[in-house]
């Protein structure tokens, strides 16, 4: 437990790399899994992108204006996934006046959440 008022809570279990987006309760979960073959979660990139969820940011490939630069091809996304892919209002994704950046940590790869390995963003 914590007396802190309100705290990010790392922990390494499993299910992955994933945080919430922005404060949700007075305890913001994040977490890393650790993979025994592999660095899993534990690349500087990945944890980066989970403490920018935590701080309130979305996927670079969510913004309101996403389709003006990219097409999300949802044949090829995992059954269950698709929520990754979801556009969101300028209301809710505050792109702070910045270009679209194909290279931000918080974009997806070519092939991510792929179900037969072809692109699910172009």
């Known amino acids: 437990t914590s ?11 499993p299910g992955g790399c994933f945080s919430y987006v922005g404060y949700r309760n007075r305890v913001q979960q994040l977490n ?16 980066v992108h989970e403490f920018l969820h ?11 204006n996403r389709d003006d ?4 091809v949802l044949e090829n996304i ?4 698709e929520g990754n892919f979801n556009k969101y209002d300028e209301d809710t994704v505050d792109n702070f006046n910045q270009e679209y950046d194909y290279t931000s ?5 070519p092939t991510a959440f792929s ?3 072809q692109m699910t963003i172009v």
């Not at 007396?3 to 279990?13: G, K």
């Not at 890393?32 to 944890?47: A, E, K, P, S």
């Not at 630069?69 to 999300?72: A, K, L, P, S």
């Open 3 to 13: 007396d802190q008022l309100y705290y990010v809570n790392v922990t390494s279990e």
């Open 32 to 47: 890393l899994q650790n993979y025994n073959l592999d660095t899993g979660c534990f690349r500087l990139g990945t944890i």
């Open 54 to 64: 935590a701080l309130g940011f979305y996927h670079q490939q969510s913004t309101w």
């Open 69 to 72: 630069y990219v097409r999300i």
């Open 115 to 117: 179900k037969n390995g």
């Open 105 to 109: 940590v918080m974009h997806y790869g």
């Open 78 to 81: 995992q059954e269950g996934m």
